[in-house]
């Protein structure tokens, strides 16, 4: 989890960002209230990119109210978002 958290803060600080960012299963407590993340996302998504937390994974961990950040959304797009990138970097 340490990397993934060292990424998200070196994406916020960096000029060079994704179209998109997809949460998904654990991730998503990285957009929900008192994630030490959330200052990060936001700058992150401040910066135009599209961030989509799955809704399936916050039902499931009972989060789907906490969300503070990002896009919820279903499983078709995230599917789709995926679909479309040119490259995706999975932790």
């Known amino acids: ?10 994406l916020s600080e960096s000029e060079i960002v994704p179209r998109v960012l997809v949460f998904w299963n654990s991730s ?5 209230e008192g994630s030490p ?3 990060a996302i936001g700058k992150i998504e401040r910066n135009g990119v599209r961030v989509l937390v799955s809704g399936y994974a916050l039902e499931r961990l009972h989060l789907k109210a906490k969300l503070r950040l990002g896009k919820l959304a279903n499983n078709f797009d995230l599917l789709e978002a995926i679909h479309k990138a040119q490259k995706v970097v999975s932790f």
Not at 1 to 10: A, D, G, H, P, Y
């Open 1 to 10: 989890m340490e990397s993934f958290k060292n990424l998200v803060i070196t």
């Open 37 to 39: 993340l959330l200052p």
């Open 28 to 32: 998503v407590k990285a957009c929900v």
